[in-house]
């Protein structure tokens, strides 16, 4: 995800969007666990999308 794509959302739409990826991190790292999931570089990116959604919603918490 982009951060020009997270920018243009309003912060209740932000917050769903990180449910959903700390979900789906969960989901990523249970795989792995079961060794399901060949592909660990996942959770690097999950983990990456996370920060960015944080940071955005920090961002937009200032401006206000």
Do not use: C, P, W
Request: proline fraction near 0%; charged fraction near 40%.
């Amino acid at each position: 995800m982009k951060v020009k794509e997270l920018n243009v959302k309003q912060i209740t739409e932000l917050k769903t969007l990180l449910s959903e990826k700390r979900e789906a991190l969960r989901n990523i790292r249970f795989k792995v666990a079961q060794r399901q999931l060949k592909k660990v570089h996942d959770i690097k990116a999950v983990k990456r999308d996370i920060a960015r959604i944080l940071t955005i919603i920090k961002q937009k918490s200032y401006e206000k």
